[in-house]
C-alpha cells in the first residue's frame, strides 16, 4: 500500500490538529504569538514526516516477497520505487523544515528572501516552508518555464 504523497507532503492544518491563526487587528506581522503558531506547525509535520519514514521502511521489510510470476514482481518493484521516491521527497521536505526552523529562530521567518515582504499568514499556513511572495514566486515560475521552453529549442 503506497502512501499518497499529497497527504504526507502537504497536510492541511486540520490533518496536523492545528486551528487557523487568528490574527488580532492590532497585532504585528509575526509577533511572538505567531511564530509560535508556526513553530507548532512545523513541528507537528517534521513529526508526521519521521514517523511516515519509519512506517515506509517497516513496510517494505514486510513486504518484500521474491513472487514467482513477473508482473507480480514488477507491481511490487514498482510499489517500492513510488515509496522511496515519497521518503526521498519527505527527506528534503524535513531540510526545508529545519531551514524554516532556524529562520524562525532568527526572526528572519515569514518575509521574503529576495524583496523582503511580508510572505502572508494564509501563504505560510498552507506552504509553511514558503521563502518567496507570491510576488517572488510567481516570476521564478515564469523564469523556470521559459528557460524550459529555451532548452527545447
Do not use: W
Not at 56 to 69: F, G, L, S, W
Amino acid at each position: 500500500m503506497v502512501a499518497k504523497e499529497k497527504d504526507i507532503l502537504e497536510p492541511s492544518l486540520e490533518v496536523l490538529g492545528i486551528s487557523p491563526y487568528k490574527q488580532k487587528k492590532t497585532e504585528e506581522y509575526m509577533s511572538s504569538k505567531m511564530q509560535e503558531h508556526f513553530k507548532s506547525i512545523l513541528m507537528a509535520l517534521r513529526q508526521r514526516i519521521l514517523e511516515g519514514g519509519d512506517k515506509i521502511v517497516t513496510h517494505m521489510k514486510e513486504e518484500a516477497i521474491n513472487y514467482p510470476d513477473p508482473n507480480d514482481r514488477a507491481s511490487q518493484e514498482e510499489d517500492f520505487r513510488l515509496e522511496l521516491r515519497t521518503r526521498d521527497r519527505e527527506r528534503k521536505l524535513l531540510k526545508k523544515i529545519e531551514e524554516s526552523l532556524e529562520l524562525l529562530r532568527e526572526k528572519d521567518y515569514g518575509y521574503c528572501e529576495v524583496c523582503g515582504v511580508e510572505i502572508g499568514l494564509r501563504r505560510l499556513e498552507a506552504r509553511p516552508t514558503a521563502t518567496l511572495c507570491i510576488d517572488c514566486k510567481t516570476l521564478d515560475e515564469i523564469k523556470e518555464k521559459q528557460q524550459k521552453q529555451e532548452e527545447e529549442y
